[in-house]
Structures are given as structure tokens and as C-alpha cells.
T-cell receptor
Framework: AQKITQTQPGMFVQEKEAVTLDCTYD???????LFWYKQPSSGEMIFLIY??????QNATEGRYSLNFQKARKSANLVISASQLGDSAMYFC??????????????FGTGTLLAVQP | KAGVTQTPRYLIKTRGQQVTLSCSPI?????VSWYQQTPGQGLQFLFE???????NKGNFPGRFSGRQFSNSRSEMNVSTLELGDSALYLC????????????????FGEGSRLTVL
């Protein structure tokens, strides 16, 4: 069975500093995708970054980068130069190939990030 | 390009009633999936539709149902509401099923927040 584990229920970071949000996963799928979403208090799930299991390089999107360590089954999100607007809940999610063509995601429990001025 | 649109954003119902939620995907997206988010269970997959057909279904009772129309808009219905159905219901769209694992293109709406009294 697939599983996503986020061990940090909450984190604080000072504005302009970098922060790493942890995510480990478990799957027997030979091919899979890993996602990070941001959910502000409004509720919308905002797509941040995606990493395919066969991608050779770590994904980057602006201030977001994904530290993908396949052997350790970890996909940590790194946010550089934190901003007050980064305060939100962050979810790590995974999609595997088993089950055919589907967009079913398995989500972690989330990490609540608070950026302090 | 408009994002995923969900209506209504907020609604209050009483036990035993039924509710219908609507989701309009991003223009050109033909796959729609639904998720339930609660404080206790987190984010859980409900079902996925493509070409007016249910492609995948999560572990929810039969009171939860959905459908997709020819224009790719989707609705989900919950009958005989229970207090535990209070949740944020999120809709996600992509071009096709399985698109998420290839390109990471899976985008969510702002959700419909249902309160059952």
C-alpha cells in the first residue's frame, strides 16, 4: 500500500530564511509522482511542485525546490527566502501507476508553516 | 485561463438532507476527481470521472455519488447527510486520467465547505 508521512505537524521560520518540510513515502510502484501543495486558510489547494520518480534532476519552481532522495524514499520541500504569505498548511502527496490511468493521490497529514516577521 | 470553479463555496445542511456540489474544471481538462478533507481523516479520495464515466472510487458509502456531464463539469451528491459528512470537498481537474503522473498537472479548486447540523 502507498503511504505518505509528514512528521512535522507545525513549524516556525523567520521571514527571509529557508525552511525544509519533510516528506517520506512508501510504495511498491515502479513509477510514481510526488507532489507538494499549499493550502492557505481559504481552503484552496495550490500546486507548488512535482517530481517524477524517474526524473534525473530535482524539481525546482521559483523559490520552491524538491530534495528528492529516491533511495531514502524522501521528497522534502525546500522554500527559500520565506515570505509572510508562505504561512499555510503544506501537503505532500503521491500518485502511483498501479490501478491504471488515474489521478488518485495519497496525501500526508500536512505541516502547518508559520512565517514570523 | 480560469481555474477550477466549485460552487457553492459554503453551505449548511441538517442531518438527513441531501446536498449537491458542482465543479467546473479548467477549460480543456476532461478528468475530474473529488476529495474530502476533514480534521480527523485528512484528505481522502472520493471518486474520479472521465468522459462521463466513473474511473475510480474511494472507500466511501453509497450515499456519496457523482456524475460528469458532456462538457466535463462534474457534480457530487451526498444523500442522508450525517454529522460526519461535515468537511471541505475539493475538486481537482487534469487533461486526462493519469496525466498527473506524467506532468504533475492536477489542479484543485477552492472547495465547498459543508457543515451538517
Amino acid at each position: 500500500a502507498q503511504k505518505i508521512t509528514q512528521t512535522q505537524p507545525g513549524m516556525f521560520v523567520q521571514e527571509k530564511e529557508a525552511v525544509t518540510l519533510d516528506c517520506t513515502y512508501d510504495t511498491s510502484d515502479p513509477s510514481y509522482g510526488l507532489f507538494w501543495y499549499k493550502q492557505p486558510s481559504s481552503g484552496e489547494m495550490i500546486f507548488l511542485i512535482y517530481q517524477g520518480s524517474y526524473d534525473q534532476q530535482n524539481a525546482t519552481e521559483g523559490r520552491y525546490s524538491l530534495n528528492f532522495q529516491k533511495a531514502r524514499k524522501s521528497a522534502n520541500l525546500v522554500i527559500s527566502a520565506s515570505q509572510l504569505g508562505d504561512s499555510a498548511m503544506y501537503f505532500c502527496a503521491m500518485r502511483g501507476v498501479y490501478g491504471g490511468a488515474t489521478n488518485k493521490l495519497i496525501f500526508g497529514t500536512g505541516t502547518l508553516l508559520a512565517v514570523q516577521p | 485561463k480560469a481555474g477550477v470553479t466549485q460552487t457553492p463555496r459554503y453551505l449548511i445542511k441538517t442531518r438527513g438532507q441531501q446536498v449537491t456540489l458542482s465543479c467546473s474544471p479548467i477549460s480543456g481538462h476532461r478528468s475530474v476527481s473529488w476529495y474530502q478533507q476533514t480534521p480527523g481523516q485528512g484528505l481522502q479520495f472520493l471518486f474520479e470521472y472521465f468522459s462521463e464515466t466513473q474511473r475510480n472510487k474511494g472507500n466511501f458509502p453509497g450515499r456519496f455519488s457523482g456524475r460528469q456531464f458532456s462538457n466535463s463539469r462534474s457534480e457530487m451528491n451526498v444523500s442522508t447527510l450525517e454529522l460526519g459528512d461535515s468537511a471541505l470537498y475539493l475538486c481537482a481537474s487534469s487533461l486526462e486520467p493519469g496525466q498527473a503522473i506524467n506532468t504533475g498537472e492536477l489542479f484543485f479548486g477552492e472547495g465547498s465547505r459543508l457543515t451538517v447540523l
